[in-house]
C-alpha cells in the first residue's frame, strides 16, 4: 500500500500516552501507529478507519467512551451505486440494488493511502479508494476542530476509466449502529411537519425524501436515561446542502441512518462529482444538543428570515371567514360573525376576541358568482374582493379600523389547488398548468375523498407563480400584515407535465424555493413587514416566511423544528391554551384544549382522560406577550422539569439572559390531584426568587424554590397549567396587572411591579404605557404601585381592548372590555 503521509505520529502503543494532555487539552490528535486502524481524535470524538479497507470502525463518544459502530463494517462511511440497472423505490426503504458491478463501499473496494495535514484550529485527515475495478477513485476527508464533538466529512467521486459511468450514492451509510450496551431502547425522531422525537429507531425504515417525509436535512439516534435526562447520549449526522439536492434520509433496521442521493449522476472520463458535505457528531444528554447544531449551521448558511417586530407583539393568532352572501352559514358556526354586511365592518370579527391577528378565507368574489364554492376548500383570489361586501374600497377602510384598534389583518391564499373551472382556464387548458403524473394523470389532491374540486397546479410552473404574486400584490397593497399561503408544505411533488419544460421531474423543492423566493420578493417591494406564512413546515422555506401552523401534537416532548429554529414560528391551530403554553407555540385559542388530533399518523396520542374535564377559558391571552422573549425567541433547555408523582404533568424549561421559566402542567387544564404536585427543575443560574403564574386563573404568587443536592430546584405547583417566573439577579422589573376600575367616562388601572430580587426602583419616566384606540393620562408610580387613566378616542365601538406596559421592565400586555 502507498503512505502518503504528510504529517504523522511515530507508530506504537506507548507512544500513545504521550498524547493524552494533549487529547485532555482538546487538541485535535492524529494517530496511525496502531497496525490495525488510523485514528483522528480529540477529546469529545474519535473516528478510526481501517487500515486495509478503509471502512470506518470506530465512532467514539469520548465522554461515555463508547464506540458506536458495534457490529459488522459494511457500508461504513458511503456506499456508492455504480452502473444501475433500475432506479430506487423513492421510500425510506434501503434502495435494492441490483448491478452486474455491485455495491461498492468500504470493504469491496480496497484503500489507496491516507494523509493527515494539521492546521491551526484541528486536522484533516484524507483517504483515497479504488473501486474492485479500479476505475472509480473516492476522495474522503474528514476535519476535525479542536474540543468540537463533531466531525465535517465530504466525499468526491472521479472516474478515471475511458468510458462514462453512472451512478447514486448514499454518504453517510452507516449500519452497525449501537448506542450503549442494548439497541431496543434506541430511539429517533420522526422528522414529518415539525418533526416529533421518541420513535423507536429501528424496528422499521422510518424518514424518507427530504420536502416530503422529512423536513430538515439532520436525524440522530438517542439512549435516554429515563432516570437523568441529561445522561443520555447519541449520534447525529447533517448533511449541509444548500443547494436542496433531492435525497432520502432516514433510519433503518440492523443500526442504519443515511442520506441516500437518488439523482443518477453520469461521470464522463475525467470527470469528478461531490456530494454536499455530512456532519458527524456525537453528544452527551438530550438530542436537543444535535438540534441545536442543526439549527447553528442552518442560520449561518440559509439565513432564515428574521420575525418583524410588530410580530413579536403578537400575542395570539386565530383565522375566520367572511359570511357567505346572505349571513351565516350553520356548517361553520365558529368561524363565520354574525351581522357583518360590508368589509368596512371588519372590526366585528375581532369584538369579541382576544387574537392580535385574524386570518381570513372566503375573501374573494368566486364566493359571490359561484355559492357552491363556499367552504373548507377555498381557491386563490382569482376574481378580487367580493363586491357584495363592498369591494377593495370598502376592504380597506375596515383594514384601517382594525390597525386603529391595535390589531393586524391576515389572509388566506391557496398554494396550490385551483378548480378546473376556474376563469384563470379557458376548455381544458388546466392540464398545462396541473401536477401530471409519470403515468400521465393529473394530481387531485384538491378533493373531499371522491369529491374532486380541481387540481393542484405545479408550483414551478411560471403562469401559477405569477398568478399567485398577482393575488398577493393585490392584498399587499391594501395595508393587510400577514399572507398565508394554505396548502404549502411537503413540496416534494414530482411533475412531469411537458408544459413546464423541467430539467427533472423531481426538483421540486428547488422550484418550491424559487415560487416563495419570488413572493417574497415581490412583497418586499410593497411591504418588507408583511409576513409570510404556510401550512405546512419545512426548514427551507424560514428564508422567504416566518412561520407554520401547527397542527399535531407532540406530546412530552418539544418538538425538533423548535429546538432547531426556535423563530420559524409555530402557530398554535388545533392546539388549546394549555398546550400552546407548555410547548412555546404562538396561541390560536384562549380556552384550553385541544379539539382536533389532525393526523393519526404522526405526533403523540392525548394524555388519558384527555377532555374529561370541562374545558376552561384561560389567562395565557394576557401573560404570553411577557415571556414570549423566552418561549418564542430563547433557548429551550436540553432537560425538562419533571413531577416524579404524576406521569401526566409535562413541561419544558427556557431560558433568556433576564429570566428562566418553566411552562407545565396539564394539556387539558386538568385540577392538580390533590391540590399541588412537586417538579424538579434542572439547573441554572438564578437569582433564588421563584414565582408562579396561573395561567388559568391569571394570579401570581411566590414559591418556594428548594435546592436539591444534585444541584436541581424543587417547587410546589398549584396550577393546572403554570408559568414558573425564575429572575436572574439583573432582570427588570415584573409587571402585575392588578385591577380596572371605571368611574366619570375613564378607567382606571393599578399595575404592581415586582422586582424583590433586584431592589431597584422604577420611576415614571422608565415606562410606556399605550392602549390603541384610547388615550393614556395620569401615569404615576408610587412606592411599587403603578396607576393610569384611559380614556376612548372617539367613539370606540364595543368589544375587547387592551393597554401595553414597557419600558425599562418586562412588558405586560392586558385585554379589557369596553362597552
Known sequence: MKIAVIWKFLPGAGFFWLLLPMIAAGQTVFNDGDPLVI???NDKILVGFDRVTGGLVRLQNKASGDNYLKAGRDGNLFRIFPDPRRGPSLSAEVYKYRSGNGVWEPGSGRLKDYAYRPGAGGGELSLTYLSPDSALVVALRMTLQHRADYVDCSLEVRNTSAKARE???????????????????????????????????????????????????????????????????????????????????GTFPGGGMQAFYFDKNTLAPGQAHAWPPVRLQVFSGSWRKAAANYGAWFKAAMSPRSVPAWYRSVGMRGSGWFPPPGGTDPRYPTLTP??????????????????????????????????????????????????????????????????????????????????????????????QWAIQHENGTYNYDYRD??????????????????????????????????IRLDELGFPFKPCYNVHHRHTS??????????????????????????????????????????????????????????????????????????????????????????????????????????????????????????????????????????????SLWSGHL???????????????????????????????????????????????????SRERADGKKAVELSAPVSAVFFPRAACPALPVFKRMKAAKGKHTVTVELWSDWTGARVGSSDVRVSAPGFRVSGVAIKGKTLTFDLQPDGDRPAGNYYFRVEGKVLPLRQWFKWK
Request: charged share 20%.
Open 39 to 41: 485514528t483522528l481524535s
Open 167 to 249: 451512478m447514486y450514492a448514499s454518504f453517510p451509510y452507516l449500519s452497525g449502529l449501537q448506542v450503549g450496551e442494548n439497541s431496543s431502547d434506541h430511539l429517533t425522531i420522526d422528522m414529518w411537519d415539525r418533526g416529533y422525537p421518541g420513535v423507536k429507531a429501528w424496528e422499521k425504515a422510518l424518514g424518507g425524501i427530504y420536502g416530503r417525509e422529512v423536513s430538515m436535512q439532520w436525524q440522530c439516534v438517542y439512549r435516554p436515561d429515563p432516570d437523568r435526562q441529561e445522561a443520555g447520549e447519541g449520534l447525529a449526522f447533517m448533511v449541509m446542502d444548500t443547494a436542496l439536492q433531492n435525497k432520502i434520509l
Open 338 to 431: 354574525t351581522g357583518m354586511t360590508s368589509y368596512r365592518d371588519l372590526f366585528m370579527m375581532y369584538a369579541d376576541r382576544y387574537d392580535d391577528v385574524i386570518e381570513f378565507a372566503q375573501w374573494n368574489d368566486e364566493i359571490r358568482q359561484w355559492p357552491e364554492t363556499y367552504g373548507p376548500w377555498m381557491s386563490s383570489g382569482l376574481l378580487g374582493f367580493r363586491k357584495d361586501l363592498g369591494g377593495e374600497a370598502a376592504f380597506r377602510e375596515g383594514v384601517g379600523k382594525v390597525h386603529e384598534a391595535g390589531r393586524r389583518v391576515a389572509m388566506y391564499v391557496a398554494g396550490y389547488g385551483i378548480r378546473k373551472t376556474s376563469p384563470l382556464f379557458r376548455g381544458d387548458s388546466w392540464q
Open 449 to 482: 375523498g371522491e369529491n374532486i374540486y380541481g387540481v393542484f397546479v405545479c408550483p414551478g410552473y411560471k403562469p401559477w407563480q405569477d398568478h399567485i404574486i398577482s393575488v398577493c400584490k393585490r392584498l399587499a397593497r391594501t395595508g393587510i400584515d400577514e
Open 505 to 646: 421531474p423531481y426538483d421540486a423543492n428547488r422550484w418550491m424555493k424559487d415560487y416563495l423566493q419570488r413572493v417574497r420578493m415581490a412583497m418586499d417591494s410593497i411591504n418588507p413587514e408583511l409576513v409570510i406564512t404556510t401550512e405546512y413546515f419545512v426548514d427551507y422555506f424560514s428564508p422567504y416566511t416566518n412561520g407554520a401552523l401547527v397542527m399535531d401534537y407532540s406530546g412530552r416532548e418539544i418538538d425538533a423544528m423548535k429546538a432547531a429554529i426556535p423563530e420559524y414560528l409555530p402557530l398554535s391551530y388545533h392546539a388549546g391554551a394549555a398546550e400552546a403554553a407548555i410547548t412555546g407555540a404562538v396561541p390560536g385559542k384562549a380556552t384550553a384544549q385541544r379539539k382536533d388530533w389532525a393526523w393519526a399518523h404522526v405526533g403523540s396520542k392525548p394524555i388519558h382522560g384527555y377532555g374529561t374535564v370541562p374545558d376552561v377559558e384561560m389567562k395565557w391571552h394576557n401573560l404570553f406577550l411577557t415571556f414570549a422573549p423566552a418561549l418564542i425567541y430563547g433557548k429551550v433547555h436540553g432537560e425538562d422539569p419533571v413531577a416524579a408523582s404524576d
Open 654 to 704: 427556557w431560558e433568556t439572559e433576564d429570566y428562566v421559566l418553566v411552562t407545565g402542567g396539564y394539556d387539558d387544564a386538568r385540577p392538580v390531584p390533590g391540590g399541588s404536585v412537586e417538579v424538579t427543575v434542572p439547573r441554572f443560574n438564578g437569582s433564588g426568587f421563584a414565582y408562579e403564574l396561573n395561567l388559568v386563573s391569571g394570579s401570581v404568587s411566590g414559591i418556594v
